[in-house]
């Protein structure tokens, strides 16, 4: 078992981590040449994960430097954190399963990617793992948590229609057609509600095992 300290300590180390990550991908997404300022940044905000490592982000943060308030509070609860575990885990296995061979980052943007997409996963899972209670959580967590990724959906179809930018090519529809893009995009909210069953397992597991007396 990890004590508050030691959460305090990890949280702090990776809230750091996490803004700094997301500074130096955002620098250098404004370094594009030929598009706007005001462009780029919306166009920042709409690839989930930014989005998600905001979310990871903020949840390393606020309970460090408001843990007793109401936001704090929240951030810290077990419903709260195995979302934040969920959306994470399915950024880093999108990414390295159908987008990592499209491209080759170097140098800083390398960085920012394996930040992004490995380091600040990996961080909110063991967070989540070590220091979240256990046993709280519903299989019909699974299914609220897909609210993230649905709005992010709609989102994502119409600043596509309003712009003609994509985020990822497999919500692409200019080029792949709705009715393809549609069923990748129908098969990730399968992946989303798959992978959150299995963290409500690992949390119901888990639970039972903290509730259980140790043998004399």
Same mark, same amino acid.
């Given at each position: 078992?990890?004590?508050?300290? /030691?959460?305090?300590?990890?949280?702090?180390?990776? =809230? !750091?981590?996490? *803004? +700094?990550?997301?500074?130096?991908?955002? %620098?250098? @997404?404004?370094?594009?040449?030929?598009?706007?300022?005001?462009?780029?940044?919306?166009?920042?905000?709409?690839?989930?994960?930014?989005?998600?490592?905001?979310?990871?982000?903020?949840?390393? /943060?606020?309970?460090?430097?408001?843990?007793?308030? =109401? !936001?704090?509070? *929240? +951030?810290?609860?077990?419903?709260?954190? %195995?979302? @934040?575990?969920?959306?994470?885990?399915?950024?880093?296995?999108?990414?390295?399963?159908?987008?990592?061979?499209?491209?080759?980052?170097?140098?800083?943007?390398?960085?920012?990617?394996?930040?992004?997409?490995?380091?600040?996963?990996?961080?909110?899972? !063991?967070?989540?793992?070590?220091?979240?209670?256990?046993?709280?959580?519903?299989?019909?967590?699974?299914?609220?948590?897909?609210?993230?990724?649905?709005?992010?959906?709609?989102?994502?179809?119409?600043?596509?229609?309003?712009?003609?930018?994509?985020?990822?090519?497999?919500?692409?529809?200019?080029?792949?057609?709705?009715?393809?893009?549609?069923?990748?995009?129908?098969?990730?909210?399968?992946?989303?509600?798959?992978?959150?069953?299995?963290?409500?397992?690992?949390?119901?597991?888990?639970?039972?095992?903290?509730?259980?007396?140790?043998?004399?």
């Amino acid at each position: 078992m990890h004590g508050p300290r /030691t959460a305090l300590i990890w949280r702090a180390v990776f =809230a !750091l981590l996490g *803004w +700094a990550i997301l500074a130096l991908q955002y %620098a250098l @997404m404004l370094a594009t040449p030929d598009r706007s300022p005001v462009e780029l940044t919306l166009n920042f905000f709409s690839y989930f994960t930014i989005l998600t490592n905001v979310l990871v982000a903020l949840a390393m /943060t606020l309970p460090v430097v408001a843990g007793a308030s =109401a !936001l704090g509070r *929240w +951030a810290a609860s077990p419903g709260v954190r %195995a979302s @934040m575990a969920m959306y994470a885990v399915v950024v880093g296995l999108v990414y390295h399963f159908m987008l990592h061979a499209t491209w080759n980052p170097q140098g800083w943007l390398l960085v920012a990617n394996l930040g992004l997409h490995y380091l600040m996963p990996t961080a909110m899972l !063991l967070d989540w793992l070590m220091f979240a209670p256990k046993g709280a959580l519903r299989w019909s967590d699974a299914a609220r948590w897909l609210a993230f990724p649905l709005i992010y959906g709609v989102w994502t179809a119409i600043h596509g229609l309003a712009t003609d930018w994509w985020p990822y090519w497999f919500v692409d529809a200019s080029t792949l057609g709705w009715g393809k893009a549609g069923a990748y995009f129908a098969g990730l909210l399968v992946f989303f509600t798959l992978v959150g069953l299995i963290v409500v397992a690992i949390d119901r597991r888990l639970g039972r095992r903290d509730r259980t007396p140790a043998s004399a």
